[in-house]
């Protein structure tokens, strides 16, 4: 069967990167931005590295920061409805994931307006044009979504998630500098490091999975699990790497898909408000274990790109037991909870499990995973 592989058109990586929005803004002729930050990045400055660079150039823009943590339907339309009230030609999403997804929708819906409701972009949508140009700068490690297909929605009213694919939301640039990642706090540092160590291995192993993806995923998990509790320190050498890492997982994950951790986490954060990357943690351990059987001799590789010793030595029951392990240490080691006590309540157990097989991606997910399942495994971090 044909594979297909989409990736940002260009990227900058490294500390000084975003020194090239300004001369690929001009090289497009870009007339004004939307400048699109959540609230606490714009109050502690974080932002201002970026528009400084603007205000230097006599470059226009308005900054739009009505984006939370978990964008909802409502922060997509209003964010339009800013878009075109400020005469922008062209986004400039800073943030993490929430910044980046409502800037796609933004986009996606600016230049596909019959998917103004939001929801019909649930999926696989059909939509028709590319969206409204996006030059992506993240500040956390973690999501990717600077050079993923998909973004991820909240639906206030029906308590979910909604994941959207669409290779025509992929921001045309990509301005991975750790510079705009050296002011995260320790706890979502260990989180988004957690979420993009879960994109490495869900992609690895996912059924989507092949020689292309599996070499970005398994250089990911290299670089990631060798490299948070760096990061987690606030040393400027992990940092520096974890933005590394999370951009290789997102290359492959965006193009296999994802299992059965994100679609089972993103009913917490819908349901809860729990943070994505703290449920993705929690759940990634005990659902590997779950797959192990599907993996082939996949764990053997997750375990020695860890930098667990002998791998070549153990069974296939050792060495799936010792990749499981390896996981479970280094959320422990970045402070992530190791359950859902006080998180999930057993009267929402159905709800939940019924949301997560809904999801986009629990169709990728290696091991077939019945309902029941899906709430013996909640039940069983409870």
């Given at each position: 069967m044909p594979y297909r592989f989409c990736l940002n058109p260009v990227s900058y990586h490294g500390f000084g990167a975003i020194e090239n929005i300004v001369p690929e803004v001009k090289s497009h002729g870009f007339k004004k931005a939307m400048v699109a930050s959540d609230p606490g990045l714009v109050k502690f400055g974080v932002t201002k590295l970026v528009t400084d660079l603007l205000d230097e150039a006599g470059l226009a823009y308005e900054v739009y920061s009505e984006i939370k943590p978990n964008p909802t339907i409502q922060n997509v339309q209003d964010g339009v409805k800013a878009f075109k009230r400020m005469g922008a030609d062209y986004i400039i999403a800073i943030g993490g994931g929430s910044s980046m997804d409502t800037s796609k929708a933004i986009g996606i819906i600016n230049t596909n307006p019959e998917f103004a409701d939001v929801r019909s972009l649930e999926g696989v949508a059909p939509t028709k044009n590319p969206c409204t140009p996006i030059i992506a700068v993240p500040t956390t490690a973690g999501t990717a979504a600077e050079v993923t297909i998909n973004y991820v929605i909240t639906d206030v009213e029906k308590h979910r998630k909604f994941v959207c694919v669409d290779p025509h939301d992929m921001p045309i640039i990509a301005v991975i500098d750790p510079k705009m990642m050296m002011t995260m706090p320790k706890s979502l540092v260990a989180a988004t490091g957690m979420?993009?160590?879960?994109?490495?291995?869900e992609?690895?192993?996912?059924?989507?999975?092949w020689e292309l993806s599996d070499m970005f995923h398994l250089e990911a998990i290299r670089i990631i699990s060798h490299n948070i509790v760096s990061s987690y320190k606030g040393e400027q050498k992990g940092r520096e790497e974890m933005a590394l890492g999370q951009y290789v997982a997102g290359m492959g994950f965006s193009n296999v898909g994802l299992g059965l951790v994100h679609a089972m986490a993103h009913p917490l954060s819908a349901f809860y408000d729990t943070p994505h990357g703290v449920a993705c943690s929690i759940l990634l351990p005990t659902v590997m274990a779950w797959n192990a059987p599907a993996t082939g001799e996949k764990y053997r590789e997750i375990a020695r790109v860890m930098g667990v010793k002998d791998v070549d030595k153990m069974s296939q029951e050792e060495y799936r037991k010792a990749a499981v392990d390896a996981v479970q240490q280094l959320s422990i080691t970045v402070g992530i909870p190791k359950d859902l006590k006080g998180i999930v309540k057993e009267k929402d157990l159905d709800f939940l499990a019924q949301s997560a097989v809904d999801d986009a991606c629990?169709?990728?997910?290696?091991?077939?995973?019945?309902?029941?399942?899906?709430?013996?495994?909640?039940?069983?971090?409870?």
């Open positions: 979420d993009a160590l879960t994109h490495a291995i992609g690895y192993i996912t059924k989507g999975a629990f169709p990728g997910n290696p091991r077939e995973t019945s309902k029941a399942e899906v709430i013996a495994l909640y039940r069983s971090l409870m």
